[in-house]
């Protein structure tokens, strides 16, 4: 897959439920409130300490043109090629690769999940032309790529200035990188390429009225992820769209207490134009089961899961997704087993409503109501 590189920015847009299959439409009505949430102490205690990184380093001559490999961590490999318009001669370079984030790296700007970080100080002032022109990271054979977007984040680390941050190329487990920009370096200070993954994938299937659990496709690692669905009033034939998202970047799903960092989000949604009555579910939607991968060690970390309605809103064939239409609910600390990461279902009744707009075949008009429950920590 390739992704279009981007302009310095901070702005992050965020991917919606656009694979939901459609075919025509039904009418519309407004979802009620669900007004359950669970106010949270803050600071949340943090049960072990927090494992440190693994790391590596290497000291190496620049050479323009040359590719140069970081030290392989965690089975992430690479290596990157320096393009430069000046450097004094016996220049060097020092690459210290981690598996987690080190202390002293800057935190990300954009939205996505870490998955490695690499740091790199020169012994004298250099003038690069790209920085770097070219990085290409293998990742371990494990890290299921399917559905996944890449890019990288790059830092001056001692004054936290985001240089500016690229999309990438994949093939396989290899992900390639470019950076037009122009940047000078100074000896002093320590720079960082961080290296990021989000996407959005979907699943579109059946709905039993006696509840379901599907089995969802990959996402930047999060392996293993189950989600259920619980006994509802659906007609026979109705289906369900189903997506993961990370980060949790959308339907509005803000920060809980005591937490700072989304890891990822589950939706579900009537997107079924062929069956658009609404849809009335017991409680213990969207609980779920998700390995989360090992760059977020769960150690140290307490897991929270908040929840909303949202609507996605499809005019000539573009879409948006609203924010929270309802008071959020908020969890307490999730279950965690090692890697695995366990929520027990929203626990409230909810209730999605049907299918509104003039035409869902064409999607020039429709709307599309659905639920989602984001993770943090």
């Known amino acids: 897959m390739v992704a279009q590189a981007r302009t310095l920015g901070i702005a992050v847009c965020c991917l919606t439920l656009t694979a939901f299959a459609v075919a025509a439409c039904g009418g519309g009505s407004t979802l009620p409130t669900q007004a359950h949430i669970l106010q949270l102490k803050t600071p949340l205690a943090s049960p072990t300490p927090t494992p440190q990184p693994h790391s590596a380093s290497t000291t190496v001559p620049l050479a323009a043109g040359a590719s140069i490999g970081f030290p392989t961590v965690g089975e992430i490999s690479g290596s990157f090629t320096e393009s430069y318009a000046s450097a004094a001669p016996g220049t060097t370079v020092t690459l210290t690769s981690y598996d987690r984030p080190p202390a002293g790296a800057p935190a990300i700007v954009g939205q996505a999940v870490p998955v490695a970080w690499i740091s790199s100080t020169y012994s004298g002032s250099v003038t690069f032309n790209g920085f770097p022109s070219s990085l290409t990271y293998t990742l371990p054979s494990g890290f299921n790529t399917a559905n996944s977007g890449f890019e990288i984040e790059t830092f001056d680390g001692n004054t936290g200035m985001l ?7 994949l093939s396989g487990t290899t992900v390639a990188l470019t950076d037009p920009a122009v940047v000078g370096v100074n000896p002093a200070h320590t720079y960082w390429w961080e290296l ?22 990959h996402m930047c690692a999060f392996d293993d992820t189950t989600v259920s669905l619980p006994p509802n009033n659906a007609v026979s034939g109705a289906r369900v769209g189903l997506a993961i998202n990370v980060p949790p970047c959308c339907a509005g799903l803000s920060v809980p207490p005591g937490t700072s960092t989304g890891v990822i989000a589950l939706k579900f949604a009537n997107s079924d134009s062929n069956v658009p009555q609404g849809v009335n579910y017991s409680a213990g939607a969207l609980a779920f089961n998700t390995l989360v991968p090992p760059v977020i060690p769960t150690q140290g970390k307490t897991f929270i899961a908040t929840g909303c309605s949202f609507k996605i809103i499809w005019t000539n064939r573009t879409n948006y997704q609203t924010g929270c239409l309802d008071t959020p609910y908020v969890s307490g600390p999730l279950s965690v087993a090692g890697q695995m990461l366990s929520f027990s279902g929203v626990p409230f009744p909810i209730s999605v409503a049907p299918m509104g707009g003039t035409d869902c075949a064409g999607l020039t008009d429709c709307v599309w109501s659905g639920y989602a429950v984001g993770v943090f920590y």
């Open 196 to 217: 990021l993954c989000n996407g959005t994938s979907t699943a579109d299937g059946p709905l039993s009225n006696a509840g379901q659990t599907t089995k969802m496709p």
């Open 163 to 169: 240089f500016g941050y690229d999309t990438s190329t």
